[in-house]
C-alpha cells in the first residue's frame, strides 16, 4: 500500500536534510580554515589575549608549519616565549620577524622590549630608538621619558 508523507513529515525531513548539508558545509569549510595560517594566527592571539601562553605557542607553531616565512606568527611565538623566560629562543623567532619585515616598527619594538627582558639595555635601547625613528608612538613616547635621563 502507498502512503503519502504527511505535510510535517515533509517539513521535519527536510529540515533534517537541510541541518546535514549545513554541518556538512561547515565541516568542510573549518577543514579549510585549519589549513590556513591566518586561521591559526587568529586563535592563537585570542589564547594570548587570555593568558594561555602554552595554547597560544601551540597556535602560533601551527601558523608557522603552514606558512613558515609568516613573520606574525614568528613575531608572537617569540613574544610568548619571552612571556615564559626563554629569551633565546624568543630572541630568535622574533629576529626572524624582523629579518622577514625589516622596516615593521612594531616588531623591532617587540625586539627592543625582550633585548630589554633579557638583560641586554644598549641594543635594547638601539632596537626602541629605531622602532620611534619609523614612527611607533610607544617607542617615541619611551624615547621620550628616557632622552631627559640620558643627558644628566
Known amino acids: 500500500m502507498n502512503k503519502l508523507l ?9 529540515a533534517v536534510f537541510t541541518a546535514c548539508l549545513t554541518l556538512v558545509f561547515i565541516s568542510a569549510s573549518a577543514a579549510s580554515q585549519a589549513e590556513d595560517a591566518y586561521y591559526w594566527l587568529d586563535k592563537a592571539g585570542l589564547y594570548a589575549a587570555y593568558g594561555n601562553e602554552d595554547a597560544a605557542i601551540n597556535c602560533y607553531q601551527k601558523a608557522l608549519e603552514l606558512d613558515p616565512d609568516n ?3 614568528a613575531f608572537g611565538l617569540g613574544l610568548e616565549y619571552a612571556e615564559k623566560g626563554n629569551y633565546d629562543k624568543a630572541l630568535r623567532l622574533v629576529n626572524r620577524a624582523v629579518s622577514i619585515k625589516p622596516e615593521n616598527h612594531d616588531y623591532l619594538y617587540g625586539r627592543g622590549w625582550v633585548l630589554m627582558l633579557a638583560g641586554k639595555r644598549e641594543k635594547s635601547l638601539e632596537d626602541i630608538a629605531s622602532a620611534a625613528r619609523l614612527g611607533n608612538p ?3 613616547r619611551y624615547m621620550n621619558m628616557i632622552a631627559p635621563r640620558s643627558s644628566d
Open 71 to 73: 613573520a606574525d606568527a
Open 138 to 140: 610607544d617607542a617615541i
Open 6 to 14: 504527511a505535510p510535517k513529515t515533509i517539513v521535519f525531513l527536510t
